[in-house]
């Protein structure tokens, strides 16, 4: 009887069903590919925000941007001058970030509308004016504010052209000195 007493086990609870998963997670940057750059890698940082470099006006300059906290750069100094990134350097950078960086991962910017990226490009433009002489916009200036416009180069051209036809007082277009039928566009001295 003894025996009986000791052998016996209470019956088994079934097991608790397994927490209910999101069928699809929030986008942190992971797969993220937008309008008018191309993301050339990716590093994940300690807290698994991703740092992307990236290229965008031209495919031999690059940036890097980090999708936790607000860490961008597009150029390094060399010997006193401003040169962009090579790609060994920008790998060397966003590795470097990616392993110091503590930032938690942030949504990833929403697709603005065009009034609103046309209306950035407005203020950036005006930005750029000088008092004695015009100044000359190029579309790789561009590249650290191309996450969040997510515009191609042909868009923002045809933007810069708009502007450039509404607004003679912020932006001129005129023909390339170098090469034919292309279009330069121009901060209007204030």
Not at 128 to 153: A, K
Request: proline residues 7%; contains cysteine; glycine residues 6%.
């Amino acid at each position: 009887m003894a025996l009986t007493l000791f052998t016996r086990r209470p019956a088994p609870t079934p097991a608790a069903p397994p927490a209910a998963r999101p069928d699809t997670w929030p986008e942190i940057g992971e797969t993220w590919k937008p309008e008018g750059v191309t993301v050339v890698e990716r590093y994940y940082n300690q807290a698994n925000a991703v740092v992307l470099f990236y290229t965008a006006a031209r495919e031999y300059d690059y940036a890097i941007a980090c999708l936790g906290c607000h860490f961008t750069a597009t150029r390094e100094t060399i010997r006193g001058y401003q040169g962009w990134y090579t790609l060994e350097d920008v790998a060397t950078v966003a590795n470097d970030h990616a392993t110091t960086c503590r930032a938690l991962p942030r949504d990833i910017p929403a697709r603005p509308d065009d009034d609103a990226v046309r209306d950035r490009l407005k203020k950036w433009a005006a930005g750029c004016r000088r008092q004695d002489e015009d100044v000359q916009l190029r579309i790789q200036h561009l590249d650290l504010m191309r996450l969040t416009l997510q515009r191609s180069n042909g868009w923002i051209e045809n933007a810069l052209q708009q502007l450039a036809d509404g607004h003679p007082d912020i932006v001129i277009a005129k023909p390339s000195k170098y090469s034919g039928g292309h279009t330069e566009f121009y901060a209007r001295c204030s």
